[in-house]
């Protein structure tokens, strides 16, 4: 089931029919309120929301207008885990999403402009995907959908197992008060990652296949091209793993794992326990591949990652690989990892960036079940 943690500001956009050219700031709602405007965001995460009805879906959001009131509205499953004492504020997005990033959602809605991305962003960065459902007046930020129905679409998407790429995405916003006598001062505030459409638009061939030993060649380049200065890199197994040892130039263990340091080899066919010896206290970040047809990704020819080792590099740390072809044959089915401590397996769980070609991210669920439900 996907979790969706919700955000709704409900002030976003209150200011741009009263010609008030913006929604920031207490006094501004209130002007906007007197001059008769009428709060939008709500119903717009509504129209999005609308669209995952019978999807297996579960919402995570703060209560009332921030977001209960959205998910019920449609008849979502819906679990409030705190609310705002007064009128939404941006201290008020910044703790709900601090909580919800705290309890484990798949991704990130919010409903809102700029403003709300920027509180956003404050809090997530590029720790969890995030989608924006378009609902503010001055929209530069190019985290949102284009409107609520695409949004609804990407998240069904989503929700039922679709390839859907990854990219980050630029947070901007521009000054109010300047914008208010005529001057456009939009700057850069941050990036966050966000779900995209997840078509097949690479690497298409001839009758529509993909060729599995090209896409292979150009992942192994952009994986190489990656990988940072003074990191342990793990290097996991399977071909595609071993095409990205062929790029940099050094020997591959095809069924182990090796360690790559600064472009050299530094260790080779390692155990777990050697792994945790030659790392130590130093930046380390494991490579792997996931198993053609079963979807394994951990537990299945690489047991070399250990529980202690996964532990020690930390769920951001590993980069997953695999061809569209290869993703395409799970046919919606998840990621699996048994890594032999099912505390870590749940922790394992969710959506996870999957680099899929040469500049080609797609964000693919991670279950400990290889139901279509998972």
């Known amino acids: 089931m996907l979790t969706i943690g919700l955000i709704v500001n409900p002030f976003a956009g209150i200011g741009g029919a009263t010609g008030l050219k913006g929604s920031d700031g207490a006094q501004t709602v209130a002007e906007a309120l007197r001059r008769g405007a009428r709060p939008q965001a709500a119903a717009r995460a509504a129209r999005a929301l609308q669209l995952l009805v019978g999807a297996q879906v579960q919402v995570l959001t703060w209560g009332g207008a921030m977001g209960e009131d959205s998910a019920r509205q449609v008849g979502l499953p819906v679990r409030v885990i705190g609310a705002a004492q007064q009128a939404c504020s941006a201290d008020d997005t910044r703790s709900a999403a601090t909580a919800l990033l705290d309890a484990g959602v798949d991704l990130l809605v919010f409903a809102g402009g700029d403003g709300t ?48 790429n990854a990219a980050e995405a630029e947070v901007r916003d521009i000054d109010e008060q300047a914008f208010r006598q005529g001057v456009v001062r939009a700057r850069h505030y941050g990036v966050m990652r966000v779900p995209q459409d997840g078509r097949f638009l690479q690497q298409v061939k001839c009758g529509g296949q993909e060729s599995e030993a090209l896409a292979q060649v150009e992942l192994a380049a952009w994986l190489v091209e990656q990988m940072e200065d003074d990191v342990f890199w793990l ?51 494991a490579m792997m591949t996931v198993i053609g047809g079963q979807g394994h990704l951990i537990g299945r020819g690489n047991q070399q990652f250990s529980p202690a080792v996964i532990r020690r ?51 693919v669920r991670v279950a400990t079940d290889a139901s279509l439900e998972s």
Not at 140 to 160: C, D, I, K
Not at 326 to 345: E, F, H, M, N, W
């Open 235 to 285: 290097i996991g197994s399977g071909s595609t793993m071993a095409e990205v040892m062929t790029q940099l130039g050094l020997p591959n263990t095809l069924l182990g794992v090796d360690i790559v340091h600064n472009g050299q080899l530094v260790a080779q066919d390692v155990s777990a326990r050697q792994i945790l010896e030659v790392i130590g206290d130093a930046p380390a970040k």
């Open 117 to 164: 991305a920027r509180d956003i962003c404050d809090v997530v960065a590029l720790r969890l995907p995030v989608l924006g459902i378009p609902a503010g007046c001055k929209m530069h930020s190019a985290v949102y959908a284009v409107n609520p129905e695409a949004a609804g679409r990407l998240l069904l998407q989503m929700a039922e197992g679709g390839l859907v």
């Open 313 to 363: 590099l930390g769920r951001e740390n590993i980069v997953v690989a695999a061809t569209r072809s290869k993703l395409a044959a799970l046919a919606g089915r998840p990621l699996l990892v048994d890594s032999g401590d099912a505390q870590l397996d749940q922790q394992l769980c969710g959506l996870i960036p999957v680099a899929a070609g040469y500049d080609d991210v797609l964000l």
